[in-house]
């Protein structure tokens, strides 16, 4: 039986040739070789940007975490991170939020450093909402460790520490002022913006 031209060159395409594998293994290696590298570096993380969202974003997720669920909460700033904490009566202190992603430590990344002024003029008596708040929280005979002891406070009430944060890359000299008022409001100020206005 007579075999027809057709036929023939089907069984001689059906597989792919040494050529054609190797071609298509080299666009591999190449968009692999492209590709890679930029996964490692000038992450979005690293932006200043990005981490004054960031940071931002926990400030005020705290402020309305305490409102709706009726639980003073804080957060502890360090010069490299922060910890958003919650205030657990039976145990009479601040506890990280374990139970929450979105609340877990944060780190800042490598040459990033955290400062942070309070608002000292929030009583009569000169005293911060801070220094108000340890005092009604903590017992007299409490060791609790200057350290330890978080910074910034969010109350039911709608109230908060007013604080000024200052986020500094320490190697392109990048620097980003947030504030916070006393109910929980976070703007980031625009250093950029406001050059070009005046």
């Given at each position: 039986m007579p075999i027809s031209a057709s036929a023939t060159d089907a069984r001689r395409q059906s597989g792919f040739t040494l050529l054609e594998v190797l071609v298509v293994v080299t666009l591999l290696a190449l968009l692999a070789s492209l590709v890679v590298p930029m996964l490692g570096r000038g992450t979005q993380?690293?932006?200043?940007?990005?981490?004054?969202?960031q940071l931002r974003d926990r400030l005020q997720q705290l402020a309305e975490n305490s409102l709706f669920r009726g639980e003073v909460m804080a957060m502890h700033l360090s010069m490299t991170g922060f910890t958003p904490l919650r205030y657990v009566i039976e145990e009479q202190a601040f506890e990280p939020i374990i139970d929450n992603p979105f609340f877990a430590a944060q780190e800042l990344p490598q040459d990033y450093l955290?400062?942070?002024?309070?608002?000292t003029?929030?009583?009569r008596d000169g005293r911060s909402l801070a220094d108000v708040t340890k005092q009604m929280l903590l017992e007299d005979d409490a060791d609790e460790d200057e350290e330890d002891f978080p910074q910034v406070f969010f109350f039911p009430s709608g109230e908060a520490t007013a604080v000024n944060l200052l986020l500094r890359n320490s190697e392109s000299g990048e620097e980003r002022r947030l504030e916070m008022d006393t109910l929980g409001r976070v703007t980031i100020e625009d250093d950029e913006l406001e050059e070009d206005e005046s």
């Open positions: 993380t690293d932006d200043i940007d990005f981490q004054a969202v955290l400062e942070w002024t309070l608002d003029g929030s009583d």
